[in-house]
């Protein structure tokens, strides 16, 4: 992967150097370039190796190791420094941010923390406007109904962006209780998202990976919990750790919520880049998706990250035209994927993907070039039209009656 983080490692104590080295060894996103045992040696590692992050453990001589900081980032500023202690007094804090420090984090590690401060460090890195940023990028499907395609769309983007060998994908199933994305893979899973959730501090990047079933496209998949009673395990808060794991060890996850819009749900729509919202043209499918706009219009940030995406173009002739939905939903259209129901359905049934069931058809060709704009992170943030409050539009709309030219 291009993408990359190269690490140097400095701890004295053998054990939490170790510890530190097995938790590093399962990231993808990571490359351990050299171990020291000794603060002395370290800044001539870090001179002669290069590295993105320089991680110093202070708890064997706290006093050689800020000066050791403070020389890294005198001798080798390109280099982040990050350190690590297992005490969390606010003057050491202070001291080795004041030393140059980048990051602190608390001994024993936390593998999801280790893995964020490692992803703000690389976006950091990554710079401004810096297309080639580090971060990993999550894409949350969301529908403005049950049965408008999100799931369709949420396995098919997968496999699409998991074609590509730059990229390792993974598909997480938030529908806990009627998921069916496995259907979609025709997987029979091991492990499903309860386990990796309940046992989500005991995890490390390994064994998560084994967790996951890969699919013949490269695409990994997290399915929902085979029974229903165990659904009620999965809080808000473990789901939030998991895709820190995940974040660490995939270039790209794909979230296919639930039409419940749960905690869990919200907790994919925070951690999300982007946020699909897939609806279809007619009345029921756009006015859910204004009254979801006005909800998400209340969560900070969360609106902004918003994508319309119209699934079934050319259904029927008594589809309302784009530019109406455009207008009603008071935002650009991000995407149009056209109707085709043969190709769709004999995919699900078959449980192979579109760009193998179907490689050459229109919806496979319009799926993958989605793909390729969302994995970039290049996509525009979806603009709000006019920025009025959509509301007034669609009374207006529907005061007007629906009307029904052809797409545009
Ligand atoms: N572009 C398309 N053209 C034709 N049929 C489609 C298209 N997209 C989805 N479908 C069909 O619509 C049905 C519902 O799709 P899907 O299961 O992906 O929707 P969903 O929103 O995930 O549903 P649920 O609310 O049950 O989770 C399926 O039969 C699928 O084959
Ligand atoms: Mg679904």
Request: glycine share 6%; hydrophobic share 40%.
């Amino acid at each position: 992967m291009s993408n990359v983080l190269r690490l140097t490692i400095v701890d004295p104590n053998d054990s939490t150097r170790d510890n530190l080295k097995t938790a590093l060894l399962g990231m993808d996103v990571v490359w351990l370039e050299a171990e020291c045992s000794r603060y002395e040696f370290f800044a001539d590692v870090v001179g002669q190796t290069n590295p993105d992050i320089g991680i110093v453990a202070m708890d064997d001589d706290p006093e050689k190791a800020l000066a050791l900081v403070a020389r890294l980032s005198r001798s080798t500023p390109n280099c982040s420094v990050l350190v690590t202690s297992s005490s969390s007094d606010g003057t050491l804090i202070l001291q080795a941010m004041r030393a140059g420090a980048k990051e602190f984090l608390t001994e024993p590690l936390r593998i999801e923390d280790l893995a964020a401060a490692l992803d703000r460090i690389g976006s950091r890195q990554g710079g401004d406007g810096d297309s080639t940023s580090r971060n990993s990028r999550v894409i949350a499907v969301a529908g403005a109904t049950g049965g408008v395609g999100t799931t369709s769309l949420a396995v098919n983007l997968g496999c699409a962006i998991a074609s590509d060998e730059a990229n390792t994908a993974a598909l997480v199933d938030l529908d806990l209780c009627l998921g069916d994305a496995d259907v979609f893979l025709d997987t029979i899973p091991d492990y499903t998202l309860v386990d990796v959730a309940q046992n989500v501090s005991r995890l490390d990047f390994t064994l998560l990976k084994r967790s996951l079933t890969k699919h013949s496209s490269g695409l990994f998949l997290l399915p929902r919990p085979i029974k229903l009673e165990d659904v009620s395990l999965i809080t808000a808060e473990d789901f939030q750790r998991v895709i820190g794991l995940l974040k660490a060890t995939f270039s790209h996850l794909v979230l296919d919520l639930s039409k419940s819009y749960s905690p869990v749900d919200h907790v994919a729509m925070a951690m999300a880049d982007d946020v699909l919202l897939v609806t279809q043209l007619d009345l029921p499918c756009l006015r859910n998706t204004v009254r979801l706009m006005m909800a998400f219009e209340e969560v900070e940030g969360l609106a902004d990250k918003v994508k319309i995406v119209v699934n079934r173009i050319g259904l029927d002739e008594s589809q309302i035209s784009l530019k109406k939905a455009a207008d009603t939903i008071g935002r650009e259209i991000f995407w149009q994927i056209p109707n085709d129901y043969r190709v769709m359905s004999s995919s699900r049934n078959n449980g192979i993907p579109l760009l193998e069931q179907a490689p050459k058809a229109n919806i496979t060709q319009t799926i993958s070039q989605m793909a390729s704009v969302l994995a970039t992170g290049e996509s525009a943030t979806a603009s709000d039209a006019g920025g009025k409050s959509s509301i007034g539009r669609l009374f207006n709309f529907w005061g007007k009656g629906q009307e029904t030219a052809k797409s545009e």
